[in-house]
């Protein structure tokens, strides 16, 4: 026989348990057991194994996330094309705007946040590197549905469903697929204030060669400047300009 083999179980409590310390930032073995659900014998085992391996520090009693997880964070994105393709125009968005440039990507039916960079003028928002929202709920997401194959975007629908967020969030599926409509026709996304209240965008999609959505980018920030022609003509044609110099950064340089 060869190697001994990690039963599934085993993989899904160690993810299970660096997702707990992730999100409470860290934490003692009955706080990750409260939050987790798991009986706190078995957290001991598994935080002290993913110690010993260097992927969990502890101080005290408490754990949490070490640094040794940077490599493969840092991996992922050295290899996405997308984001070294787009790093230097949501820059430059983000420059002449002075609001919040983003890229996001669809993976698993929800968005990722891959990339952000702030102007001058930007408001601090929820949004981090690896944060996963609806697609339906934002600007950058719609984008990506509308240039994506009918089936792929009709299950995502299906298994995620069209949860609100806030009051302005399409939670009709009729409604979605009138605003994927549009989205197609005029190449580029709003959102006003859909996922957080008071907050808008306009998103265009990067596409591959055949012209299916890869992600998106976004210039995001307060509806009181994100407003009128501003938004819908000057803003929308800077994101459409940069979303194709990215397309063809990516699929042609």
Not at 199 to 204: F, I, K, M, P, W
Not at 231 to 237: A, G, I, K, V
Request: aromatic share 6%.
């Amino acid at each position: 026989m060869g190697q001994k083999e990690i039963p599934l179980q085993t993989i899904e409590t160690n993810f299970k348990i660096t997702e707990a310390l992730r999100q409470i930032g860290q934490g003692t073995i009955s706080e990750v057991a409260e939050h987790t659900g798991l009986p706190a014998s078995t957290i001991h085992v598994h935080l002290n194994t993913l110690r010993e391996l260097e992927y969990i520090t502890k101080d005290g009693s408490e754990y949490a996330i070490g640094l040794h997880f940077l490599k493969f964070a840092e991996s992922a994105k050295r290899e996405n094309q997308l984001l070294e393709a787009a790093k230097s125009e949501l820059q430059e968005l983000a420059d002449n705007t002075g609001e919040v440039a983003h890229l996001m990507i669809e993976e698993h039916g929800l968005g990722i946040h891959v990339f952000s960079v702030s102007g001058d003028n930007a408001v601090p928002l929820d949004t981090y590197v690896g944060k996963r929202i609806h697609l339906h709920q934002t600007g950058r997401g719609k984008a990506i549905l509308a240039f994506m194959l009918e089936e792929r975007r009709d299950q995502i629908v299906k298994d995620r469903g069209l949860p609100a967020a806030t009051e302005n969030t399409i939670t009709d599926q009729q409604e979605l697929k009138n605003e994927l409509d549009k989205i197609r026709q005029q190449g580029y996304a709003i959102d006003r204030g859909e996922r957080i209240k008071g907050l808008g965008c306009v998103s265009a999609p990067v596409t591959d060669a055949d012209g299916y959505s890869v992600g998106a980018i976004s210039i995001a920030g307060p509806l009181s400047r994100l407003q009128g022609d501003y938004l819908t003509e000057e803003l929308s044609m800077t994101v459409l300009n940069a979303a194709n110099v990215i397309e063809f950064n990516l699929n042609y340089s």
